[in-house]
C-alpha cells in the first residue's frame, strides 16, 4: 500500500533509482537499485542518471562503494563511470569502489578506467588519492553466495537473456527477510524455486501490444529474452512472493493499466506495483510502497557527499 514516511526502520530498505530500460523516456532513467539492510548499501546496476538519482534520493553519495552486476548490458553499466569518477575527485572519495559481476566484468572495468584516463591521470596529481580508484571484483560463476556479510546475504541464480548471458537474478536476505530481483530475463523456473515465499519480488517487465509486435516482428526477439506481464504475474505467483513491483519496464504502446490487467491473468492475489524512478519499497512486518520524494527540499550536492 501507498503510505508516507515510517518511523520504524524497515528490515530490509529498496530504492528504485532507474526503473527503465534502454529507451529513452521522460520519467525513467536506467536500471538501477539500492538495496539497504544493517551495514552499507548495496547497488544494483548502474544504468544512466544513477548518480542523479543517487542525489535526487538524498543518498550519502560516498556510502555508495559496492556495486552488483545483473549482467553487462549497455543499458546497466552506463551510468557506471560517472558514479565511479564524480564522487572521487568532486566528493572526496577516499575508499574504493568494489564489484561483483559475471565473467568480462573485470575487462569492462579495466576499459571505463581507460576511457576515463585522462581523468585518472591528471586529478591524482590535485591530490585525488589514487587507491581510491582502485576497482576490486569478484567474478561469479553459476549459482551461489556471492556476498555474505553485515547480517545482508545475496545468492546469484543465472537467467536467460539470449542477447546479454551471462546473466544473474539475486535473492537477497536480511533481518529475515528476503527481496527477489530478476534482472532480466523471461520466466525463469530456477529464479522460482530459489525465491520461494519472497517478502518483495522485482521483476522487469516488457508490454508491447500484439499488435505493435505484428507491425514489428523484430521486437519479438527482444521480447524473447524479458518478461510477458503475464510471465511476471505468473512469477509472482509461483513463488507467492507478498508483493510484486516492476522495474526495468518497457511499455511501449502499452499503459501501466494494460500491465496490471495483464499481470492479474496469472491469478497472483498479493499487490502488484509499476515501479517508479524514487519510489521507496520498506520491508517488514508490513510492504509499505512511498512515493517518490520531493525534489525542492534537496542541499547542494557538495554538502551532500563530503563526510
Known amino acids: 500500500m501507498l503510505d508516507g514516511p515510517t518511523r520504524k526502520q524497515p528490515d530490509i530498505k529498496v ?5 527503465g530500460g534502454p529507451e529513452l523516456t521522460r520519467d525513467r532513467m536506467g536500471a538501477a537499485t539500492l538495496i539497504e539492510a544493517g551495514g552499507k548499501p548495496l547497488l544494483f546496476d548502474a544504468g544512466r542518471g544513477v548518480l542523479q538519482r543517487l542525489y535526487e534520493c538524498g543518498v550519502h553519495i560516498n556510502s555508495v562503494t559496492r556495486v552488483i552486476l545483473t549482467h553487462l548490458h549497455s543499458d546497466h553499466i552506463d551510468g557506471l563511470p560517472n558514479l565511479w569518477i564524480t564522487p572521487w575527485f568532486l566528493l572526496g572519495r577516499s575508499e574504493p569502489m568494489k564489484f ?18 585522462h ?3 591528471h586529478r591524482v596529481r590535485h591530490d585525488c588519492p589514487a587507491e581510491a580508484l582502485e576497482t576490486p571484483v569478484n567474478e561469479f560463476e553459476g549459482e551461489g553466495v556471492i556476498f555474505d556479510g553485515e547480517g545482508c546475504k545475496v545468492t546469484a541464480v543465472p537467467v536467460h537473456h539470449p542477447t546479454g548471458n551471462p546473466a544473474y537474478g539475486f535473492i537477497i536476505e536480511a533481518n529475515g527477510r528476503k527481496v527477489v530481483m530478476s534482472g532480466d530475463c523471461a520466466f525463469s523456473e530456477e529464479l522460482v524455486q530459489a525465491g520461494a515465499g519472497a517478502d518483495l519480488t522485482i521483476h522487469n517487465v516488457f508490454a508491447p501490444s500484439d499488435e505493435l509486435l505484428n507491425f514489428e516482428p523484430h521486437k519479438r526477439q527482444v521480447a524473447m529474452g524479458l518478461a510477458s506481464p503475464e510471465q511476471a504475474g505468473e512469477f509472482f505467483r509461483r513463488s507467492r512472493s507478498r508483493m510484486g513491483v516492476f522495474s526495468h519496464v518497457i511499455n511501449l504502446d502499452s499503459t501501466d493499466e494494460d500491465i496490471l490487467r495483464r499481470a492479474r491473468s496469472a491469478n497472483y492475489d498479493g499487490e502488484m506495483v509499476i515501479g517508479a524512478d524514487r519510489m521507496v519499497l520498506e520491508v517488514g512486518d ?6 517518490p ?3 525542492d527540499a534537496l542541499q547542494d550536492v557538495t554538502s551532500r557527499g563530503h563526510g
Not at 530504492?15 to 526503473?19: A, H, P, Q, S, W
Not at 508490513?286 to 512515493?291: D, P
Open 119 to 121: 581523468d585518472v591521470t
Open 100 to 117: 561483483w559481476g559475471p565473467h568480462g566484468t573485470r575487462k569492462m572495468l579495466v576499459g571505463m578506467r581507460d576511457f576515463l584516463g
Open 293 to 295: 520524494p520531493p525534489l
Open 286 to 291: 508490513k510492504l509499505r510502497v512511498r512515493a
Open 15 to 19: 530504492t528504485l533509482l532507474g526503473t
